[in-house]
């Protein structure tokens, strides 16, 4: 079975500098897919970053990327000129390819971003 | 493009009764699936339905059930409910181009149901 973890419970970070997130996971698939979700007090999950394991190249979006270590099963998450509205709880998520809409979520980390 | 909305947004139940959850999915999307979020966790895959089937289902038992209709919306209906049952509950949606398959998933604002 798959599993999703994320040893960082807190972080924080001050308005405008970088911060990084971590996640590992454990698969033998060797074609899944990989998401950082945000989750702020609305409930709602909300996309931020998705990384496709064959492809080789980091994702990028704006301020937000990642670091995808295959060998190693590792997924971080670099958000940087962090801002007031990345406050969150965030979550790491894994997908074998052909699971449809089946995600694998880490335990999440809730970010502080400090004025 | 309407999102996933979900209803209720907060419920009471006793331990014993059942409870029925709703989804309407976002426009265009074909595939429903459900997650239990207990407090401080990450949510729990519960199962999914592509048109009108369930294709997929976690490890939940089978006093979860649920419904996919022609529309694409769903409910999710709990029998015998427990306390332990308390939690959000998140519908996503997606596009299909067959099961298994999927576009990025996405989410409702959930339903916090709380059984005591």
């Known amino acids: 079975a798959q599993t999703v973890t994320q040893s960082q419970p807190e972080m924080s970070v001050q308005e405008a500098e970088t911060v990084t997130l971590s996640c590992t996971y454990d698969?033998?698939?060797?074609?899944?897919?990989l998401f950082w979700y945000k989750q702020p007090p609305s409930r709602q999950m909300i996309l931020v970053i998705r990384?496709?394991?064959?492809?080789?190249q980091n994702a990028t979006e704006n301020r937000f990327s990642v670091n995808f270590q295959k060998a190693a099963k590792s997924f971080s998450l670099k958000i940087s000129d962090s801002q007031l509205g990345d406050a969150a709880m965030y979550f790491c998520?894994?997908?074998?390819?052909?699971?449809?809409?089946?995600?694998?979520f880490g335990e999440g980390t809730q970010l502080t971003v400090n004025p | 493009e309407t999102g996933v909305t979900q209803s209720p947004t907060h419920l009471i139940k006793t331990r014993g009764q059942q409870v029925t959850l709703r989804c309407s999915s976002q426009?265009?999307?074909?595939?429903v699936s459900w997650y239990q979020q207990a407090l401080g966790q990450g949510p729990q895959f519960i199962f999914q339905?592509?048109?009108?089937?369930?294709?997929g289902r976690g490890n939940f038992p089978p006093r979860f059930s649920g419904l996919q209709f022609p529309n694409y919306s769903s409910e999710l209906n709990v029998n015998a409910l427990e306390l332990d049952d308390s939690a959000l509950y998140l519908c996503?949606?997606?596009?299909?181009?067959?099961?298994?398959?999927?576009?990025?998933?996405?989410f409702g604002n959930g339903t916090r149901l709380t059984v005591t």
């Open positions: 996503a949606s997606s596009l299909a181009a067959q099961a298994g398959l999927g576009s990025p998933l996405h």
């Open positions: 339905y592509y048109r009108e089937e369930e294709n």
């Open positions: 998520a894994y997908r074998r390819k052909t699971s449809g809409s089946r995600l694998t």
């Open positions: 698969t033998s698939e060797s074609d899944y897919y």
């Open positions: 426009s265009g999307h074909n595939t």
């Open positions: 990384q496709e394991a064959y492809k080789q």
